[in-house]
């Protein structure tokens, strides 16, 4: 049997660049485990920080050490892409974050006529952008908390305009409410906000990273999360929850080992589990996902209220990652897994728009 060659595709110019190194160490691991090893010949192409691409031994280098390169040297040439490249069946684009989960590179691999693991360059684009996504859930009839958009120029116009901007924020949100940019992940940028002092400050910081800013009204929930898996028939894995003792999920929570628990499955009703997976698909079919995405929501027990956060469609994807981990407590194992969002990135292919 010819092996297919899978394009594993990591790195890249985001925040998450580490954390992309990591998932693709895993996912290599997995293409070389059990009936895997038979079918597939993976190849690893490493995007620099600066965006240039890298196959062979330094990519092969990466994936080994599971760390960025130093000192690479920059490219000249950034559109200028490895020879491997053309001899690739399968693309597995493991980016997290702008210039990765956002359709950017799905435009690529799109125009490269070649299958891709994921969401296409519609899905991805809405899911990243937390603007867009907000509105498509609304308009698909998802329950969210109550947001407002802003562009930083509002933020950064003249004394009249920004107390207007702040006096609407507060008598349409209140306090607290969440600051965020609208296209970075990982919580870069994100501010719990709960007086006019601390706003002011979340807004125009919030500004400095993005043109486009949401703010939402904050909720006290639990966080719980549901990973999906497929195309046109999407199936929803268990529902996990996160745990933390800081005041929200934020970065160094989400990145400093021990500083959060992940539940699996969420001690939650069961009636609960099933509105939420539901929610998870239906959310997946509004933004126009493909292959996979984990997505999060905000559970009010007091009230027993659901609202969805965000989508993810391209989650985190390392040995202990959520999106994973729910699969393999659902019955996927992490090879089996990896294996599936193969066959359904040929499948999404072979089928016209
Ligand atoms: N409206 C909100 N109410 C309460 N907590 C929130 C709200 N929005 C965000 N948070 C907290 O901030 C974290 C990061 O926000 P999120 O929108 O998920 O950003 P990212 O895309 O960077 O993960 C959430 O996991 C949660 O802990
Ligand atoms: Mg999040």
Redesign the pocket.
Known sequence: MTKLRVGLLFGGRSGEHEVSIKSAKAIFSAFAAEENASKYDVVPFYIQKDGAWQAGEIAQQVITSGQALQNLAASPNLWQLPPQAAEIDVWFPILHGPNGEDGTIQGLLTLMQVPYVGSGVLGSAAGMD?IAMKDVFAQAGIPQ?KYMAVTRSQIWSNACIFPKLCDEIETNLGYPC?V?PAN?????G?A?VRDRRELETALDNAASYDRRIII????V?R?VECAVLGNDSPKASIVGEITYSSD???YETKYTEGKADLLMPAPLPEAIVSQIQELALKAFIAINASGLSRV?F?YVEATGEIFI??INTLPGFTATSMYPQLWSHTGVSFPQLVDQLVQFAIERHSTPN
């Open positions: 937390k908390v969440f965020k970075l992940g990982s919580s870069v994100i719990k939402e009204a904050g909720v929930a966080e929200f999920y934020d999060d905000f956060n965000e």
